[in-house]
């Protein structure tokens, strides 16, 4: 049913205003409190569920997991390790804010057994990290890398935000040049979405003149793609690099429709059953934990995708990754051809310059990658 395993920590040390991710902050009893609570899901999930196979990965996401004590994470993997069991070569990744870490914490999370480390820089640049809302600085980031180092962690992956308000096509470029001057594993590059319901949507509305047009955020895209690929590094998911052997295995799995299991408030999974199934739990943490209490997985409705649904995630998913999708692939799963299933709209959507074969695969463009998001309605049934 699964072979990777997420835990959701909600926990912040104070809420940054662009953020919707499920997250608020908290006191060291709520987070005593939760990692209890986590414990006992996955207790309750592992009566429910059935690993394929010891775990190939455990990630740890927020929120900010690195609030969480190292003795918490330590007991988390203990337990999926007893109920689940760990592949030898397994992922472990926490990510971490680079406000909350110094390097005793961090070797205290690498003996807890955390291989990879996915730090939220975001930005270098001290007035866009002010911002943003960030606890920390860009100096605090560039110490926290080095800490990590120190720290014998060997695989560490830097998050950058652009198009940020204010943002300038030459401070993008420093920025990517500060992230590359530290030799990180893996670089993960995100334009600012503008969410709903937070504050930065009252701040910069749609079409904010504060906010850098569509031409510049191109222009950052295109910028963050030549510097990082002359610098090495494979730009093997829209908005993901990493050094040859270092991707993230963990995120390549939900591109290529691994089953994983959420646990957390807010925390989705999907099986693998029939063509899959997709359920979620509840992002009020307090829901979340009163049904843990009774003794009751939290997750809502349980939705089983059709062979339909599931043929068109296959191709908006794997489509995300720069090796693209293949026919076997896809044959395997479903005893046809994507081009039996999609050809109409794999011709209109190559003729128009979005997609284009490489070898016997089809991945996107350039521009199909900054049009991603219309090439993927287009596959919906
Ligand atoms: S640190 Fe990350 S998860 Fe927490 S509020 Fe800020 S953006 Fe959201």
Sequence with gaps: ??????????????????????????????????????LAEMGLAAQAFTAERALESVYFGGGTPSLLAPRQIGRLLERAESLFGLGPQAEI???????????ERL?????????????????????????????HSGAQAQEAFRAARTAGFTDIGIDLIHALPGQ???????????????????????GLTVEEGTPFAVQYGEDSPLLPDEDLAVAMFEEADSLLTAAG?????IANYALPGRRSAHNSGYWRRDGYLGLGCG????LRKGYGV???NPADLDAYMEAVAQGQLPHGEEQSLTRQDAMAEFMFLGLRMADGIGDDGFRQEFGVSPDETFGEILARLTAQGLLEPAGTRVRLTRRGMLLSNQVFARFLP
């Design 168 to 190: 300038t096509l030459p401070m993008w470029r420093r920025e990517l040049e500060q992230a590359l001057s530290l030799g990180p594993e893996h670089i993960s590059v995100y």
């Design 233 to 237: 590094y494979e730009h093997y998911e």
């Design 93 to 103: 990744t926490l990510e971490a804010n680079p406000g909350t870490v110094d390097q």
């Design 278 to 280: 997709r359920f979620g």
């Design 267 to 270: 925390a989705h999974s999907f």
């Design 1 to 38: 049913m699964f072979t990777r395993l997420y835990l959701h920590i909600p926990f912040c040390r104070r809420k940054c205003p662009y953020c919707a991710f499920v997250s608020r902050e908290s006191t060291a009893a709520d987070r005593d409190g939760y990692a209890r609570t986590l």
């Design 107 to 135: 070797a205290a999370f690498r003996s807890a057994g955390v291989n990879r480390l996915s730090l939220g820089v975001q930005s270098f640049h001290d007035p866009l990290l002010k911002t943003l809302g960030r606890i």
